[in-house]
């Protein structure tokens, strides 16, 4: 039984992160290990609650309480276990998920801080390779019934293991030139070393899944080829369409650009290098998107906004500011807006905002500033105001409010708008909803044996949801095949976040 007492004795603690000098200057990731004792201490702070709401935040309903005390009294093996009953890849949320659970944490509820469950997550996944190398766990025997994934991120992946575990004959086609999505080339290896990616894959591929990589399923390999050697097919292509700003002056100088093509020139050259060194990156057509040197503008709030932030300072750039639309939000939690135990709109300082960078709230672009050569000088903003008025945002500039910062380079990071728009979604005949996702229905069919799941179906979302949903989009896939048994499916395609209103 839990220690009841943990919390009354232990207060919440973090590793501490390697120095801001030393992981500027490499690529590594940020937090080193916690260490046992830490880690067993944290554990302890789970107190029994007997209503783990942490379940509920969770969309994979990781069973935290379980595993928090088996590391508490030193059964790792079983901890490991447990953690991957319901998480196919705890390594990428331990290291990546903002961690709905812990805003649910019951322990919120009498103004304490939560369990570190993210931590004790990572030590357990890390734990696992540690033991035996993430042992594979090949079917007993073969269906003898085919799968396609389209698209290698966490989605394809956690449906692509689920499914080839079940003994199902299953092959990911992925476009890019390595398996991933997201992890391996949008978010950096500060965040995400990708030895962690390379170790699943290995685990995948004796479990028997097929990657083809270079493959884009509507151009390479058409919709027609794929149902024809396949009987059933999952969609997981994400919701890479970046958001844009085209009505803005000056959208067209050069050195704006969307913030992926940054990340991922970034990111491809940290992989090439593979000595963790900083490298410039380019552009495809081989234009230059290196931060060296250079007045950085990041325009956006998330996550994205937040990786090139620590891109550019590991780039060696001269200064970077970081525009928001939205006024600085509240350290902690405003009970009458986001009661506990909803997500809380409140400040979040990733580690990349303690490596340097000015924020800049409640601001909006009102023009790129040319330089006179075709080149970015400044970017003019305002300060603004922002309503929601019948569901519409209307942003207001404050007159006499403007101001320009320089810039040499500017990213938007200003979010996605679904799903792309590309040959396979006719081939397939889905059609983008209002949102630029794909709708299914409640069996995860966007058509006839066509599943879809992750970003592409949700929106631009989260790691911990998109492996939900690949999950569960396996076990419909399991039950449309006829396979024996039920596959666990933590969640439905209606299934929203815990909220309030
Ligand atoms: C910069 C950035 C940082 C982020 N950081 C975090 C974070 O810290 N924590 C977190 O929880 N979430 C984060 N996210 C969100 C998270 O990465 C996504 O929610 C998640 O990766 C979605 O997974 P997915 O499998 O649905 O799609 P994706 O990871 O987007 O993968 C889709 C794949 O489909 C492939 N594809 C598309 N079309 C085709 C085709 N026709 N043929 C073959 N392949 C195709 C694409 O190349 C891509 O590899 C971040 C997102 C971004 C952009
Ligand atoms: S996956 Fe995310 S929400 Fe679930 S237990 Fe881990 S950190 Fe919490």
Redesign the pocket.
């Known amino acids: 039984m839990p220690d009841p007492n943990g919390f009354l004795r232990y207060d919440r603690r973090l590793p501490a992160r390697r120095p801001v000098p030393v992981r500027i200057s490499d690529w590594r990731e940020v937090y080193p290990p916690a260490g046992e004792e830490l880690i067993r201490e944290q554990a302890t702070r789970c107190m029994d609650c007997g209503i783990p709401f942490c379940h509920d935040g969770c969309p994979l309903g990781n069973r935290i309480p379980d595993w928090n005390d088996l590391v508490r009294t030193g059964n790792w093996d079983a901890a490991v276990d447990s953690l991957h009953a319901t998480n196919n890849f705890p390594e990428f949320?331990g290291r990546?998920?903002?961690a709905p659970c812990e805003a649910a944490c019951v322990l919120g509820l009498g103004g304490q801080q939560p369990v570190t469950i993210k931590q004790v997550e990572v030590e357990i996944a890390d734990a696992a390779v540690a033991r035996d190398g993430l042992r594979p766990r090949p079917a007993s025997a073969s269906t003898g019934r085919s799968v396609a994934v389209?698209?290698?991120?966490?989605?394809?992946?956690a449906a692509a293991q689920q499914l080839a575990r079940a003994g199902h004959t299953v092959t990911v086609?992925?476009?890019?030139d390595a398996i991933?999505?997201?992890?391996?080339y949008?978010?950096p290896d500060f965040?995400l070393e990708k030895q962690h990616i390379d170790k699943r894959l290995a685990q995948l591929t004796a479990e028997g899944v097929r990657f083809r990589t270079g493959?884009?399923?509507?151009?390479d390999v058409t919709a027609e080829q794929l149902r024809a050697e396949h009987d059933a097919v999952l969609l997981?292509?994400?919701?890479?369409q970046g958001r844009d700003t085209p009505e803005t002056p000056g959208r067209a100088l050069r050195g704006v650009h969307q913030?992926?093509a940054h990340?991922v020139a970034a990111n491809r050259v940290v992989a090439a290098a593979g000595d963790g060194k900083p490298a410039p990156a380019t552009l495809p057509d081989g234009t230059p998107i290196d931060a060296a040197g250079k007045h950085v503008v990041i325009i956006g709030g998330g996550?994205?906004a937040a990786?090139c932030l620590g891109v550019a300072h590991r780039q060696g750039a001269a200064g970077v500011h970081q525009l928001d639309l939205y006024p600085e939000p509240p350290t902690e939690r405003d009970a009458a807006r986001d009661p506990w135990p909803t997500w809380p709109w409140v400040l979040r300082n990733y580690p990349a905002h303690e490596e340097g960078g000015e924020r800049v709230f409640a601001v909006a672009v009102q023009e790129f500033v040319d330089d006179g050569t075709g080149q970015v000088r400044a970017v003019r903003i305002a300060e603004v105001t922002v309503e929601k008025v019948d569901g519409r945002r209307i942003v207001t500039a404050l007159p006499g409010s403007e101001r320009e910062i320089p810039a040499d380079l500017v990213l938007l990071a200003i979010g996605?708008e679904g799903t792309?728009e590309?040959p396979?979604l006719a081939q397939f005949g889905v059609i983008r909803n209002g949102r630029g996702a794909i709708d299914s229905r409640p069996d995860w069919q966007a058509t006839d044996g066509v599943f879809v799941?992750?970003?592409?179906h949700r929106g631009?979302?989260?790691?911990?949801?998109?492996i939900a949903?690949?999950r569960a989009a396996a076990a419909a896939i399991h039950t449309y095949l006829g396979g024996v048994g039920d596959l666990p499916a933590p969640v439905d395609p209606a299934r929203q976040p815990l909220a309030a209103r």
């Not at 086609?173 to 890019?176: A, G, L, S, T, V």
């Open positions: 949320t990546l998920c903002p389209v698209g290698s991120g966490p989605a394809g992946l086609y992925e476009r890019d991933g999505g997201l992890l391996r949008g978010i965040k493959v884009e399923v509507g151009v997981a292509c994400g919701a890479l913030a992926m990340l996550d994205t990786d996605f792309e590309q396979l799941a992750g970003d592409m631009a979302s989260l790691i911990v949801w998109a949903e690949g």
